[in-house]
């Protein structure tokens, strides 16, 4: 069975960002060390986090080349010069949404149901894929946790 796919709006989301280049290959390890490295950026700065952490795939995926993806928090104020984050707008907008249930190892399933359903009816990728991380393996077990994608849309024309 198909995840449903929900078209919705967002509203901008002020963030604190970590950059970085991965590959397919070394994406796990290098989202952990990403992951670890914004949190303990963020705790140390004092920020207050207002948002579960949210995986921005900047650059299309390529198996044979590496490619941008960042990892941010929405945080309450914005922030000046940090040797190691960057404080920026997550843009908002119309978004095609779906949620996935369970490891991490079946979002390819679930991000494949999304690109069938932009082509079956027409519709265009408005900016780069978002992984919202509504729960965290640390907090359920494997099957539970629950991811947000988010996908920027321009739909077809009724």
């Known amino acids: 069975m198909s995840p449903e796919i929900i078209v919705e709006t967002v509203a901008t989301r ?6 970085f280049s991965t590959t397919m290959a070394a994406l796990p390890e290098d989202m952990t060390r990403a992951i670890g490295s914004l949190v303990q950026n963020v705790t140390e700065a004092q920020m207050t986090v207002i948002g579960p952490l949210i995986a921005v ?5 390529h198996a044979d080349r590496p490619w941008k993806c960042e990892v941010c928090v929405p945080v309450s104020e914005a922030f000046g010069e940090h040797p190691t984050l960057r404080s920026h ?3 908002g907008g119309v978004v095609a949404t779906v949620t996935h249930v369970g ?5 390819k399933a ?5 690109f069938g359903w932009f082509t ?3 519709h265009t990728h408005a900016g780069p894929p ?3 991380y509504l729960n965290s393996a640390d907090e359920v077990a494997e099957e539970q946790l629950l991811t947000r994608l988010e996908f920027p849309v ?3 024309s009724s």
């Open 89 to 91: 707008e997550l843009p």
């Open 103 to 107: 490891s991490y190892d079946g979002l």
């Open 154 to 156: 321009v739909l077809a």
């Open 110 to 114: 679930t991000y494949n149901s999304v």
């Open 57 to 61: 795939y900047m650059e299309e995926m």
């Open 14 to 19: 002020l963030v604190a960002g970590l950059e």
């Open 130 to 132: 978002r992984e919202i």
């Open 120 to 122: 079956q009816h027409g």
